[in-house]
């Protein structure tokens, strides 16, 4: 059973769930769940409604074939609305759209917090198998050092025609750029503001 607090009975029965993409953060739909919509997606980690129109419950892609994987829920301060994120199979909406709010679902920007997290856990808890642990063993001048080979590798392939190769090197360089930030302590949020104040000043 979920360990979430949820105030069922404040709402009748059924709260409002959102869900949103665990990638892009674009919001996807808005459903009602039961206790027994929340039990079922967390048993089967696919979401679950409960249908009012059909009066039962109703697993997004049943028929469609367009699941939402659940990656995490949580719960609002009120304890009467639930927070979904999802990976979706699919297009989200019946009138087959992305989203129920006719919004493209199509950028992986969000990954980077995803692969962010990872980079400082291989830092925080290093494995013998990881390459980035191993990175970070072999200290800040080796990370720096494989960031300027890695841009140098980039600047040879921007000037031939293989995407390929060159979105290969591109996301060689992104990793291992966050390799650094995470060796030298700071946030890529740090780089951002700093982004944000130059373009503040135009």
Not at 77 to 90: M, T
Not at 112 to 139: H, V
Request: charged share 30%; with cysteine; net charge negative.
């Amino acid at each position: 059973m979920s360990t979430m607090k949820i105030d069922f009975e404040k709402m009748n029965g059924l709260v409002p769930a959102i869900v949103q993409d665990s990638i892009s953060g674009i919001v996807l739909m808005q459903g009602y769940m039961n206790e027994e919509a929340l039990a079922k997606t967390e048993q089967t980690g696919m979401v679950t409604f409960f249908s009012r129109s059909k009066n039962r419950l109703w697993t997004k892609g049943e028929t469609s074939g367009n699941f939402l994987e659940l990656v995490s829920m949580k719960v609002d301060c009120d304890g009467d609305s639930i927070l979904v994120k999802a990976n979706p199979k699919g297009p989200v909406c019946h009138t087959g759209a992305d989203t129920c709010f006719f919004e493209e679902n199509n950028s992986k920007t969000g990954f980077i917090d995803q692969l962010r997290a990872i980079i400082k856990e291989r830092k925080n808890n290093p494995s013998d198998k990881s390459y980035t642990a191993s990175l970070f063993e072999k200290g800040i001048n080796k990370v720096a050092q494989k960031v300027g080979e890695e841009a140098v590798e980039i600047v040879i392939e921007a000037k031939d025609d293989n995407k390929e190769l060159f979105l290969g090197e591109a996301a060689d360089l992104l990793f291992h750029y966050l390799v650094l930030l995470e060796a030298k302590g700071y946030e890529l949020d740090e780089v951002m503001q700093v982004l944000i104040e130059r373009h503040n000043k135009k």
